[in-house]
């Protein structure tokens, strides 16, 4: 759905964007992160034809952006940070107006009508904007960016400065539109990227470092499957027993929470999921377990590792 190859954007003599390429696939939610600076802004606008690469193509459903502009336009739907709304006027008129300089195909009264159902304004859709709340301004901000129903969102901080409810209610729309819609997200609220978006990219100094699923992102780091246990018992019978389960490379004792009761880095080959057979051992060896969950990096971790170590990034790491 959208094909980026190559892009390199330069200003003076530095690179904002070096040399990049992904593929977002059609119906895919894709998180889009980077620290300040690190080119995630520059490559949306060049995306959405805001800006022209110095090298490199992008395509969007077909639409080359150099041979078609206005075609790649029509096909996105794009909402920045602080959404552009003429506050003046009201929900409705705004939208009508909108659709207008869209030259959207159709009907007018009927479209705006659903499209006001869907983002949840068909309630203020007549009253003045600049009237409204935070979390209203950004669902109408989000109504023009689904006029025409483009088939590629693409949104810019969508929760930035909403209270915690409408984060929520933002999200779960979002994940609603994924339904019908490929969309591109970009978010410094990385639980937020977590639980909506099926796929991760992470851009540092301008190259693409991380691109991955976001539920295998801990493997770009090459972690090995770790686990965090605790359990009741004699500290070495418990090493002793964990050790002893196929797959198991290492039982690192991470402190004694209260008199026998220990906290305990369980790690494994990443090729095998070794945590019924650690709990089976430790059930027969009369070792009660009290917890049991995941010890690899975070999404927070990770994108910190990624975007701090430099060495990894100047040499490519990840995909470009």
């Given amino acids: 759905m959208v094909e980026v190859q190559n ?11 070096d040399d990049i390429s992904f593929t977002v696939n059609s119906g895919e939610i894709v998180g889009f992160l980077g620290p300040n600076g690190a080119g995630k802004s520059t490559t949306m606008n060049i995306i959405t034809g805001y800006l ?23 096909k996105i739907g794009y909402l920045p940070e602080i959404p552009p709304l003429y506050t003046e006027m009201t929900v409705r008129k705004y939208l009508g107006f909108m659709y207008d ?9 009927e479209h705006i009508d659903e499209i006001c159902r869907l983002v949840k304004i068909d309630a203020v859709e007549d009253r003045i904007i600049k009237n409204l709340s935070k979390g209203y301004k950004q ?15 693409i949104l810019d901080e969508p929760t930035v400065g909403l209270d915690p409810k409408q984060i929520i209610e933002i999200r779960n729309l979002v994940k609603d539109l994924g339904k019908k819609h490929t ?3 970009s978010s410094h609220i990385l639980s937020e990227v977590q639980a909506i978006c099926d796929r991760v990219l992470i851009i540092s100094n301008g190259r693409i470092v991380a691109d991955s699923p976001t539920a295998d992102l801990s493997k770009v780091l090459g972690k090995s499957g770790k686990l965090r246990i605790q359990v009741k018992g004699g500290k070495t019978s418990i090493i002793d027993t964990v050790s002893s389960v196929k797959g198991v490379k290492s039982v690192k004792t991470e402190r004694e929470l209260q008199n026998g009761v220990y906290e305990f880095i369980v790690e494994s080959d990443s090729e095998l999921d070794v945590r019924e057979s650690v709990f089976w051992k430790l059930s027969e060896a009369k070792l009660p377990m009290l917890l049991m969950q995941s010890a690899d990096p975070t999404l927070e971790e990770i994108f910190l590792k990624l975007t701090n170590d430099t060495n990894y990034t100047k040499q490519g790491g990840g995909k470009k």
């Fill in 139 to 153: 669902r109408v901000g989000l109504a023009q960016a689904l006029l025409g129903n483009p088939p590629v969102l």
């Fill in 7 to 17: 892009v390199t954007k330069i200003y003076g003599d530095k690179k904002a964007v």
């Fill in 183 to 185: 969309v591109i997200l």
């Fill in 52 to 74: 022209s690469s110095s090298s490199g193509t992008v395509t969007v459903d077909g639409c080359e952006i150099l041979d078609d502009p206005k075609g790649v336009k029509s």
């Fill in 101 to 109: 300089l869209k030259h959207v195909k159709l009907e007018k009264e």
